[in-house]
Every structure is written in structure tokens, then in C-alpha cells.
């Protein structure tokens, strides 16, 4: 039965009366109101009163927030003191600095230490390197820093702040033990280039400051006293879309040439004789440049046999097309820089890759491939992986997919079943070797399975929702106040259910999400537009459910 619309309520089951009031109304509105959620937004969880959310949601999973606590035996702390092995970081460590080398055969299986959720192994960013310079003790070598460390302030701008454009972002929960044994700056990963620090919080309670540097590494700063000198930092960041992938935008390679710090002369007249060879130069078509460098250095095979000397290691590598990630990775900066295409190698102790700068869209990550024999993902197991939303739409040639695919059964650690390209979700059949650690079909924009479809689990436990108020009476432009239980038909309370909480009237209007607790308890304050027309609708609280319990709508 639908509720008729007036100024007063009928005692109808679960109905909310609307009064009308002046959009700028006093009192506080406690939830922000989310005109839209579907499964492939990692939505948040507002616990009333709390400025942390109690979790969010991705891939319609509910993500509670990590669990305070000391370094775990999987983990590994965050210290001051760089890495001194150039060739790839030590957990736990930045390097500042990475010079090549001619190490181009197969590695054995190598350790990936797990910070966020969901998970985005193995491509935490742990050090970004964005400018090249020579060796000073032979004047020639083509060695990667940072070229301004000069750091900023990461300002914490809330769980529910809007994206700063019109670029779609996802959520990751951090989980990390910060080390000052060794300093009062301690280096701190991140997913993207572009994230945001959302929420924060210390465990002993102690002073942070968040910085980056211009190639986008992040740090924890101690600030005042240091209660022990490990402190476990849990936080929400997040990271636009267009960062996994995205379409690559037609301009000229060189139109953002001026972000490039200049290479060195003998380095760019390498780079530039180099991508002469490849048939490009500075001013082609931007997807044309990436297409083929892409292209190129996804087409090198690990060797024993290193590339033939001839005193030009990038030359070199590049050129004779043998090597892992990090060989891969360094060519194309060079070439890509050499072009006027902002560039960027970046690394963490598992593996190599780059991310390029590109206009109207931002930074945009691209694995070149050359993985181990094997990854041994740690602190993994429970987190969901993050998949990518759109396509790879660079080329992928049979080299690369192949080196993947060779991965494929040598990955432990991950929840899911890993696949062969880490960095890709291709919509439809894939190709020979294509799936990926992002394994299952790409998340699209469809809404997240709803208790009153049919259909959506038969083979799951059934669950019992119950509001503990069945009328309402609310203001527009004011807050919303639900609470009741989740429950087995036992009685036993069920945790961690995302919660629906919805209006129906002549449309739908999800008014938010929240959590149910470890009891089953739910609870949650939710702003109504203020522009809502006045009249009666029927409010609908619901769960998807979980992987052991059926969907479910209070009734």
C-alpha cells in the first residue's frame, strides 16, 4: 500500500513524515547525504558521533575498519632509514635514488608486504622517482631520483569530502606500524599519486603530520612527543579511477612538456635517438607515443644473457629489449621523458612499474610486466583485491601476457585466485593469459544486488532485520535517526552487514549506509535534502547480506 501524501502521518508500518523547514535551518545534519551508491563505489559507513567511519563497501563487500594492535607477525614495520639496495626497496624503506643494472634474468620469488584494503598487490606505491641524472663517478650513467624533496602538508579532509573534480575516486583503508627508532620522518605508502588522506588516526594516541614531496611520496611525521617508538597508523585514503586505467587522451605527447625536468644533454640525445628508432619524436599523438612505448618495453624477455656493453646502459636495455620490471620501467622513463611526456618510475620491494601525467586526466599508472618466478603476498589473505573499473588501453603483445601467465600459479598469500596481468580488467572472454590478480569480470556501474529482488542468494543462512521505531517524524534538512537489529532467526546478532537506509516515495532515495556491530546493533543519523518535497514516504531499511547470510529487508 502506498501512503498517501499529506501534512500528517497515517499509522502506516515504517512511515516517515516529511515537515517542510527552511533549508538553512539550525542543527547539525550528522550524515552527509549520498545521492547515489552503487556496488562499484566504495561507499562509507557512518557510525554516529565518530569522525572514522565504522567501514566502507567495495564490490559490495562492507570493509570494517582495521583493528588496532602491535606489528603483526606478517608485517613490516615503516622506517626512516632508506633502502641501500638500489635495485628494488626493502620493506619497510624508500629509496632515494635507482641506478640500473645488467641483471636481466628471471627472479626468484619475491615478498609483497599488504598495507591497504582493498588490496592493490603489488603495486603499493613505496618510492616515486621523477627526474634523471648522471653518476657522478663515471658522469654518464643515467641514475633516477627525486628532483625537488621539498615536502608539503596533506591536508585531512574527512571520510565524506567530495571528489575535488569530476573524476570518480575509490576508498583503501591503511593499515601500517610506523618506526621512529630511526627518525621522526618516516616514509608512507600510497595508492595513487593523487590521494587523499580521508581520516586518520594513531594507536598510542600521537602527534602526525602528513607530508609529500613533489614526485607524490608521501611521509608520517612525528609531531611533539613519541609515546613508543612504534605507533600503528590506521587511515582512509583513496585514489581517482582514471589511475588503473584509462582513455588516453588525444593531444600531443609533448603538451605537458613543461612539468619534465630536462635530462641531461648525452641523455636526451640518447633518449631521442632511441625513440627515433621506435619512429616517434617530440609532438606525435600522445596515444600513438604510449601505444608503442608500452608496446615495446611489454615485449622484453627475461635473459640470462645481459644486452651486449657498449657504455650506454640505457641504450643498452633498451635496445636489446631483455630484463624485469625495473629494466623495463627505467627505458621507458628515459624514452618517455626524452619525448616531453611526464614520467614517473616507481617501486616497492615486489616490483616496478611507471605512471605518466597526462592533460584532463591526470596520472595514469602502466605496468610494463617482467615478473618474478613466484609472490609471496603477506598480511593479504583476508583483504579483498581492487580491480580495475576500466580496460588496459594500451597494447598487451603475447610476451607480456605470457610472462604473467607463467606467474599465474605461483602467487600465494591473496584471497582470490590469482590470474596474469596484475594491472587490467578487460571487459568480455580474455584473451590467452589475460586474466588478472584483479581476478573476476571489471566492476561497471550497475547497483549493488538488492534484498527485494529475487534471486539474489538462495543458497545463504537467512537473517531477520527489525527497526526499533516504525514511525517517524523528520524535518527537511535535518537528520534521520534509524536503529535496530540484524539477527539469525536464533536471535544471534550478526556484525559487519552493510545497512541500507532508504525513502521510497514516488521514487527512491538512498539516504546512506551503516554498519551493523558486533551485537547486530545498528544505528545511524542521515541528512534529508532539504529540497525533498514535503509529504509521506515509506522508509525501507535493508541489507545485501554477506557471503553467509541472505539479503533481507526490514519489514
Known sequence: MMPRVSRRAAAIPFLVLLCGVAAHAQGPVLHEYVPDVSEDEAAVLITPGQSEPAGIVYDGEVLPVPDDGALGPDERPLVATPATD???????????????????????????????????????????????????????????????????????VGATAPSPDDRPRDRFWGSVVLDFSAGRVVPLPSVSPESRILTLRTEPLTGISIQKDRADNYFAVAVGPVA?????????????????????????????????????????????????????????????????????????????????????????????????????????????????????????????????????????????????????????????????????????????????????????????????????????????????????????????PRPDRPGASEARLPLLLTLDRSRQEVFRGRALSVSGLAATDSGAGVAGLRIEVVLRGERELLLGVTVSRENGVFAGSFGVPPDLPVGEYRLLVRTPGSRQYAASLAR
Open 228 to 448: 613508543r617508538n612504534q605507533v600503528r597508523l590506521i587511515f582512509l585514503t583513496d585514489a581517482p579511477r582514471s589511475y588503473f586505467n584509462t582513455p588516453i587522451p588525444e593531444v600531443a605527447s609533448d603538451s605537458l612538456a613543461s612539468e619534465v625536468a630536462p635530462l641531461p644533454q648525452s641523455v636526451q640525445r640518447s633518449a631521442e635517438t632511441f625513440a627515433a628508432e621506435l619512429g616517434l619524436r617530440r609532438g606525435e599523438s600522445l596515444p600513438k607515443a604510449l601505444s608503442i612505448l608500452t608496446s615495446h618495453f611489454r615485449s622484453f624477455e627475461e635473459s640470462r644473457d645481459p644486452p651486449a656493453d657498449s657504455g650506454d646502459i640505457y641504450l643498452d636495455l633498451a635496445r636489446g629489449m631483455k630484463g624485469v620490471c625495473r629494466h623495463r620501467a627505467y627505458a621507458f622513463m628515459i624514452t618517455a621523458l626524452g619525448l616531453g611526456i611526464p614520467t614517473r618510475f616507481v617501486m616497492n620491494e615486489a616490483h616496478s612499474w611507471v605512471e605518466v601525467l597526462m592533460p584532463s586526466v591526470g596520472w595514469m599508472r602502466i605496468d610494463l610486466g617482467g615478473a618474478a618466478q613466484g609472490l609471496e603476498a603477506h598480511n593479504a589473505q583476508d583483504r579483498p583485491v581492487y580491480r580495475p573499473v576500466l580496460p588496459d588501453p594500451l597494447p598487451r603483445p603475447e610476451p607480456y601476457l605470457r610472462s604473467y601467465s607463467q606467474l599465474r600459479s605461483d602467487v600465494n598469500g591473496l584471497r582470490t585466485s590469482p590470474g596474469a596481468d596484475p594491472g587490467s580488467a578487460r571487459p568480455g572472454p580474455p584473451g590467452p593469459g589475460a586474466a588478472s590478480f584483479e581476478d573476476g569480470p571489471p566492476r561497471g556501474p550497475g547497483p549493488s
Open 86 to 156: 638500489q635495485s628494488r626497496d626493502y620493506p619497510g624503506r624508500r629509496s632515494p635514488t635507482f641506478r640500473p643494472d645488467r641483471l636481466t634474468d628471471l627472479e626468484s620469488t619475491l615478498g609483497y608486504f599488504a598495507v591497504f584494503t582493498p588490496t592493490i598487490a603489488p603495486f603499493k606505491r613505496m618510492s616515486a622517482l621523477d627526474t634523471v641524472t648522471v653518476a657522478p663517478e663515471d658522469g654518464r650513467t643515467p641514475v633516477l631520483v627525486v628532483g625537488d624533496t621539498t615536502t608539503r602538508p596533506v591536508p585531512i
